[in-house]
Every structure is written in C-alpha cells, then in structure tokens.
C-alpha cells in the first residue's frame, strides 16, 4: 500500500476533526441580538419594559403553576393566600421560569452539536 495515500487520509481526517472542534466552539461564542428574541421590546423602551417583564412575568408564572398545583380548586387556591402571596408567587414563577429558560439552553446547545 502506497504510504502517500495514508498520509492523505491522516490529514483529511485530521482536518475534518479541527473543522468539528472548531464548530462546537462557535455555540459558546455566537452574538446575540435582542431583535432576535421573542421578548416584545420596542426601541426606547427597553429598559420600562423590561422592569415590567421582570415584576410581572414570574408573578403570573408563579400564579398559573400555584393554581396548578391546587389541582384548580379555587378553594384550595385561595387557602395559599397569606400576606406573601405576592413574594412567593413571585418566587415560585421565577423558579419556573429561569428552569424553562435553562432547558431551552440545553435545547438549543443539543441541536446545534447534532447539526451538520
């Protein structure tokens, strides 16, 4: 066997690997544009609508799940009302939320890897 042809096979794979390695890099380095969310944030008001998502979208998160979790018995729902229904709401939604968000991350990471 002609060692000429084996030296080229060793670089063509040798190149396909660098070329592989170079890719899963490029997930943790992308740009990201906040046009390109899915978050509702008109130009110059950003920063008020963001403090609004902020406040009121894990409150609501946390209010659905709560109500939810009461199996919708508005009963049972309403015996959760206390005087920190609006902190552990909040707190609730929060931790719903930012477990969604970090399952679309590994998501999205997955897909990017198996991509070719």
């Known amino acids: 066997m002609d060692p000429h042809i084996l030296d080229q096979n060793h670089l063509a794979h040798k190149s396909k690997t660098l070329k592989k390695r170079k890719e899963i ?3 943790l380095h992308q740009e990201v544009h906040l046009s390109n969310t899915p978050i509702f944030l008109p130009e110059g ?3 008020p609508l963001l403090g609004l998502y902020v406040i009121f979208l894990p409150y609501f998160a946390g209010f659905v799940f709560l109500f939810f979790l009461s199996e919708m018995d508005y009963n049972i ?7 920190l229904f609006f902190i552990m709401s909040w707190l609730v939604g929060y931790e719903v939320i930012a477990a969604s968000i970090l399952l679309l991350i590994v998501k999205h990471a997955l897909s990017f890897y198996t991509k070719e």
Not at 78 to 83: A, E, F, I, M
């Open 25 to 27: 890099r490029t997930f």
């Open 45 to 47: 008001w950003e920063l």
């Open 77 to 83: 729902f309403l015996s959760l009302n206390d005087d």
